[in-house]
T-cell receptor
Framework: DSGVTQTPKHLITATGQRVTLRCSPR?????VYWYQQSLDQGLQFLIQ???????AKGNILERFSAQQFPDLHSELNLSSLELGDSALYFC???????????FGQGTRLTVV | GIQVEQSPPDLILQEGANSTLRCNFS?????LQWFHQNPWGQLINLFY???GTKQNGRLSATTVATERYSLLYISSSQTTDSGVYFC?????????????FGQGTTLQVKP
């Protein structure tokens, strides 16, 4: 158990819908990262929050947004879903930069 | 940004065999991690190894930062070692800690 909790584990939804993925980081970790794993793109960094503030942005679509709350949990919002958004979405957390990152079990999103 | 390349892309072993997986990265790194993705999709931390050598049971890893590569050794492989092995690196620019992943090595260990 990495200590990073993601919910839900599985999600099936229709095109055009909006979903929210939730992540609770390891106790004491201030950084939360979101990654997307798809068959054609591999594991890609989406966005990072550090203590409530956006710290870095990767290849995140405009239809996607995230936030980190005062209790440090984070949510990734995916809207206007397309078939191509079907993927495994991971959350990771770490203490400071340059320290080991730990990953949650992932949320498997299927858009039908 | 930093490029991370892994080799080989696929590897098939008989149980009990040893193997070496390689990870090349294009720039200096502040963080280098190895992960095992099991058949259920979980990413399991194997090593945090920006430099030097570490061992954990049948697994060991070495990172030679000056030559920009890391190696993961698996000895006496078992069927439970099957899965995808990822190397991921953080260049350190912007002091974010975001990881760039390689494409992975898919390992199949046959009984």
């Amino acid at each position: 158990d990495s200590g990073v909790t993601q919910t839900p584990k599985h999600l099936i939804t229709a095109t055009g819908q909006r979903v929210t993925l939730r992540c609770s980081p390891r106790s004491g970790d201030l950084s939360v990262y979101w990654y997307q794993q798809s068959l054609d793109q591999g594991l890609q960094f989406l966005i990072q929050y550090y203590n409530g503030e956006e710290r870095a942005k990767g290849n995140i679509l405009e239809r996607f947004s995230a936030q980190q709350f005062p209790d440090l949990h984070s949510e990734l919002n995916l809207s206007s879903l397309e078939l191509g958004d079907s993927a495994l979405y991971f959350c990771a957390s770490s203490g400071a930069a340059n320290t080991e990152a730990f990953f949650g079990q992932g949320t498997r999103l299927t858009v039908v | 940004g930093i490029q991370v390349e892994q080799s080989p892309p696929d590897l098939i072993l008989q149980e009990g065999a040893n193997s070496t997986l390689r990870c090349n990265f294009s720039d200096s790194v502040n963080n280098l991690q190895w992960f095992h993705q099991n058949p259920w999709g979980q990413l399991i931390n194997l090593f945090y190894i920006p430099s030097g050598t570490k061992q954990n049971g049948r697994l060991s890893a070495t990172t030679v930062a000056t030559e920009r590569y890391s190696l993961l050794y698996i000895s006496s492989s078992q069927t439970t070692d099957s899965g995808v092995y990822f190397c991921a690196a953080d260049h350190g620019s912007g002091n974010t800690g975001k990881l760039i992943f390689g494409q992975g090595t898919t390992l199949q260990v046959k009984p």
